[in-house]
T-cell receptor, first 113, second 114 residues
Framework: DQQVKQNSPSLSVQEGRISILNCDYT??????FLWYKKYPAEGPTFLIS?????DKNEDGRFTVFLNKSAKHLSLHIVPSQPGDSAVYFC????????????FGGGTRLMVKP | NAGVTQTPKFQVLKTGQSMTLQCAQD?????MSWYRQDPGMGLRLIHY???????DQGEVPNGYNVSRSTTEDFPLRLLSAAPSQTSVYFC?????????????FGSGTQLSVL
């Protein structure tokens, strides 16, 4: 049973608008959450993270929100750009040691010019 | 600086064949790991190593072997390939105690088992 789920396999957004990617988790032991971005024929690259002691973390156009009571996190991209078109993976861990990341199934974001 | 290098990029095997997926990093990272990516399943950890001579199992280790004789290399061996092992395989590395953000991935090996 998947402990980290991304229920939307794909999302299409107009350039300049907001993209919201969602992620749910079931394991209450997860303490650290990350988003990775993946382009075709490349490995995933780290985008943004949040620890369970926070409910929001912002980095430029990217903001991650964490709702621990709902076991839900979301990634907001504002404004969306065509170069943001990629697959986004949500990941969770019980620590920040770089080990044993549990990934969601991914959401393919398409930003239309 | 090459980062994490995986070879080959593509491979087709017949059921029962064996092969080794190569992974090398030139960043002197202690931690290395192997993931497989399947549609809708995300990336799942196969095996990992926290240093030369030390390996451990991840979430889906069955059918795979690893060894870590040097800091730079972390090969993944399929002893008898099965169609269920058709997947995209990613190798990753990070320095010790660096945190999850410092996990660097290779570009992947796409494996098909017929």
């Amino acid at each position: 049973d998947q402990q980290v789920k991304q229920n939307s396999p794909s999302l299409s957004v107009q350039e300049g608008r907001i993209s919201i990617l969602n992620c749910d988790y079931t394991n209450s032991m997860f303490d650290y959450f990350l988003w990775y971005k993946k382009y075709p024929a490349e490995g995933p690259t780290f985008l943004i993270s949040i620890s369970s002691i926070k409910d929001k973390n912002e980095d430029g156009r990217f903001t991650v929100f964490l709702n621990k009571s709902a076991k839900h996190l979301s990634l907001h991209i504002v404004p969306s750009q065509p170069g943001d078109s990629a697959v986004y993976f949500c990941a969770a861990s019980g620590d920040n040691a770089g080990n044993m990341l549990t990934f969601g199934g991914g959401t393919r974001l398409m930003v239309k010019p | 600086n090459a980062g994490v290098t995986q070879t080959p990029k593509f491979q087709v095997l017949k059921t029962g064949q064996s092969m080794t997926l190569q992974c090398a990093q030139d960043m002197n990272h202690e931690y290395m790991s192997w993931y497989r990516q399947d549609p809708g399943m995300g990336l799942r950890l196969i095996h990992y190593s926290v240093g030369a001579g030390i390996t451990d199992q991840g979430e889906v280790p069955n059918g795979y072997n690893v060894s870590r004789s040097t800091t730079e290399d972390f090969p993944l061996r399929l002893l008898s390939a099965a169609p269920s092992q058709t997947s995209v395989y990613f190798c990753a590395s990070s320095p010790p105690g660096a945190g999850n953000e410092k996990l660097f991935f290779g570009s992947g090996t796409q494996l098909s088992v017929l």
